[in-house]
C-alpha cells in the first residue's frame, strides 16, 4: 500500500491503479472493519463509485483535477457533508442532515476527493480519548483495538491508520488532531489561523 497521496497520484497517473481500484479497497476494509466504529455515517456505495469512475476516466484522458484527484477520506462528524447526518456525534443531534456541504468539504469534492462518510468523534469535540463516539461507542485503535485512538478527531485517525479512508479532515482547538496522530502513528497537521 501507498503511504503518501503524492505517491498515490503518480501510481494512478502512471496506470498502476484507478481511483476506481484504490475506493473498492478502501470500502473493503470500511466493511470489514467496522468494530472499530471510525465512521457515524456512511454515502450510498453506488454514489461515490460513479465520481470514482469519473476520476478514472480523467485519469484516462491525462486530465486530473490534481494530487486529490479520487482520493478516498473521511470527513469528522461535525463537518458538513450535504445529505449526510451531522451530528457531532450526539444523540441531541440525530437525524439532522447537513444542507449543503461544508467550505471544507466543498474544496475537497471540487478537487475530485472522494467522500466516503462522517467519522466517529468524542460527543461535540469534549473529549481526548475517543471513547465517548456515537451512541456511546468507543472509537478503536486500529494498532491495538484494546486501547483507545485519541480525540476528539478519533474516527479521523481510525479510519486512515485502518485504510478506511486515505486522509481524513478532522477540526482541532485543544489536541484534537494531534493527539490521535500520535495514538495512531500518524501524521496530522493543524494548519495555523490564516
Given at each position: 500500500m501507498v503511504?503518501?497521496?503524492?505517491?498515490t497520484h503518480k501510481h494512478m497517473l502512471?496506470?498502476?491503479?484507478?481511483?476506481?481500484?484504490?475506493?473498492?479497497?478502501?470500502?473493503g476494509n470500511v466493511e470489514s472493519k467496522k468494530f472499530l466504529n471510525a465512521f457515524v455515517t456512511m454515502r450510498n456505495y453506488e454514489d461515490v463509485q460513479k465520481e470514482a469512475e469519473a476520476a478514472d476516466a480523467r485519469f484516462k484522458e491525462g486530465t486530473p483535477l490534481g494530487a486529490l484527484d479520487g482520493i478516498p477520506i473521511s470527513i469528522k462528524d461535525n463537518i458538513f457533508v450535504k445529505g449526510l447526518q451531522a451530528s457531532a456525534a450526539s444523540q441531541a443531534l440525530e437525524g439532522f442532515?447537513?444542507?449543503?456541504?461544508?467550505t471544507t468539504t466543498q474544496r475537497?469534492?471540487?478537487?475530485?476527493?472522494?467522500?466516503?462518510?462522517?467519522?466517529?468523534?468524542?460527543?461535540?469535540?469534549?473529549?481526548?480519548?475517543g471513547q465517548q463516539g456515537y451512541?456511546?461507542?468507543?472509537v478503536r485503535n486500529p494498532i491495538d483495538p484494546d486501547y483507545f485512538p485519541g480525540g476528539s478527531s478519533a474516527g479521523s485517525a481510525s479510519s486512515v491508520k485502518s485504510y478506511q479512508a486515505f486522509a481524513s479532515i478532522g477540526t482541532d482547538t485543544g489536541g484534537s488532531i494531534g493527539q490521535p496522530s500520535h495514538c495512531c502513528g500518524l501524521f496530522g497537521l493543524k494548519p495555523s489561523f490564516g
Open positions: 503511504k503518501t497521496i503524492r505517491e502512471a496506470g498502476s491503479f484507478t481511483p476506481s481500484d484504490l475506493l473498492e479497497t478502501m470500502w442532515i447537513a444542507p449543503m456541504h461544508a475537497l469534492v471540487d478537487h475530485g476527493c472522494l467522500v466516503l462518510g462522517t467519522a466517529n468523534m468524542d460527543e461535540f469535540g469534549m473529549g481526548s480519548y451512541k456511546g461507542t468507543m
